[in-house]
């Protein structure tokens, strides 16, 4: 990254000018990265890049008032600006008793590799046009890119808390579609982060994701309706992850609309489910948006739900204990059964790769089109289909998970198992 940028000065200089400028409370969040980054486009290479940024993130509270603004500009002047801004919008915003920031949280974390591979990110994109050419030459790779990221950053905050973070990792994602004559595949996509990218294209799972796009572009609809199971792969897997993530989080926590809030300690989803953190993942940090380091925490174990995560500020707010987690790093454990056995047993239903169901109801009800997906009947997996609907309920969904593979796609931020699960009505 060159000479290193002095984030940790330069923070408690906008720190100090927050202060200076009469907020009561204030932090500040200086960050620099360098990203090299190699393009596809068109199953062709298209474009080396190197990037470096600079980013500056600040909120301040004055009588209960808070403001927050982000910007680039690190001279005085733009120091300065931003200081000012951050003053007359805060003077306009609601008083809240609830808002605070961090304190005493320190800090000192690094790992991953600090320095790019050029030669890596070619070596790796080469592989997988090879790999496409020789084994799925349908599936068309619209847009894919292998890359290195170094992120320095420092927090601090006039509560006492001071953060550094130096951590470099790896990228690699795909995106495209297949192609047969006049027809094609819907697009789907896959990718992850990794300390150096080895085994290409099976890691992130993305070979299965272009070998099944080359099977998707003759597809059918259902015969008829019905109620059948349905096997998530890990993708469709991440919709319910992220819909209970935000159940335990501060919007539902404050509004009431959470169907949790007093469920901590009971069974919650199927004792298949455990769901733990993986803070230490490449690309990941243990910290939480309000400069908190986050232990690590299994949030539900064998399917009871140990904790919410209100931040400090949904804590002050609600009166429950403040838990900080991190925004990425997590992972289901692993099942017993092979994934192989798991669609044997499905006598009617769908392996679905992707979910289409926008925001579910505060209930949990929803009602989405399942992508990239396949038909089962009777243990086999058929073709592919075509709008095709399932309808259900989020939260009886994470209850009728019936089994959970042994396989586990490992994608760095999170690492999660297919899932069969039962009740879904199909349209």
């Known amino acids: 990254m060159g000479t290193p940028f002095a984030t940790d000065r330069a923070a408690e200089q ?3 000018a927050l202060q200076a400028r009469g907020f009561e409370h204030a932090q500040v969040t200086v960050s620099e ?6 393009n596809l486009a068109h199953n062709e290479p298209s474009l080396l890049r190197s990037n470096e940024s600079r980013k500056l993130a600040a909120s301040g509270i004055v009588g209960g008032r808070r403001a927050s603004a982000e910007g680039n500009d690190l001279s005085a002047d733009g120091v300065a600006t931003l200081v000012d801004n951050l003053w007359t919008a805060a003077g306009s915003a609601p008083p809240d008793e609830a808002n605070a920031v961090s304190a ?4 000192t974390l690094a790992r991953g590799p600090r320095e790019a591979d ?5 070596a790796a994109l080469r592989t997988l046009l090879d790999w496409r050419a020789a084994q799925v030459p349908t599936m068309m790779i619209e847009e894919a890119l292998a890359a290195h990221v170094h992120s320095r950053s420092h927090t601090v905050t006039s509560g006492g808390s001071a953060i ?3 951590f470099g990792w790896c990228e690699l994602s795909v995106f495209g579609l297949a192609r047969e004559g006049g027809r094609t595949s819907s697009f789907n996509h896959a990718g992850g982060t990794a300390d150096a990218l080895a085994d290409v294209p099976h890691a992130f799972g993305i070979d299965r994701m272009m070998r099944e796009l080359t099977q998707q572009v003759h597809t059918q609809p259902l015969a008829e309706r019905f109620v059948g199971d349905v096997v998530l792969a890990p993708g469709a897997v991440a919709d319910l992850v992220e819909w209970l993530m935000g159940q335990l ?3 539902p926590l404050i509004d009431g609309s959470s169907l949790y809030r007093r469920r901590v300690g009971e069974r919650i989803a199927s004792p298949l489910l455990t769901l733990k953190s993986r803070y230490d993942a490449p690309g ?11 232990p690590p925490v299994t949030l539900l174990d064998a399917g009871v739900l140990t904790q919410l995560t209100p931040s400090l500020y949904g804590s002050r707010k609600t009166g429950l204990p403040h838990r900080p987690v991190a925004g990425h790093g997590w992972e289901l454990q692993p099942g017993s059964t092979p994934l192989a056995d798991i669609v044997a047993a499905v006598p009617r239903g769908a ?19 399942i992508k990239n997906s396949f038909v089962i009947e009777g243990g086999l997996i058929g073709p592919a289909l075509a709008e095709t609907m399932i309808s259900g309920n989020v939260a009886r969904m994470l209850h009728d998970v019936v089994a959970v593979s042994a396989e586990r796609t490992d994608a760095g931020s999170q690492a999660l198992p297919w899932l069969r699960i039962g009740g879904l009505h199909f349209s």
């Open 351 to 369: 392996l679905v790769d992707r979910l289409s169901m926008g925001s579910p109801a505060p209930n949990g009800d929803f009602s989405g089109v």
């Open 284 to 294: 990941c940090a243990p910290l939480s948006a309000d400069a908190f380091v986050a």
């Open 118 to 122: 050029p030669a890596q990110l070619a």
């Open 104 to 107: 005493g949280q320190t800090a």
């Open 14 to 16: 906008v720190l100090a």
């Open 33 to 38: 990265s360098r990203r090299c980054e190699l």
């Open 164 to 166: 550094a973070c130096d």
């Open 249 to 251: 989080g501060d919007g």
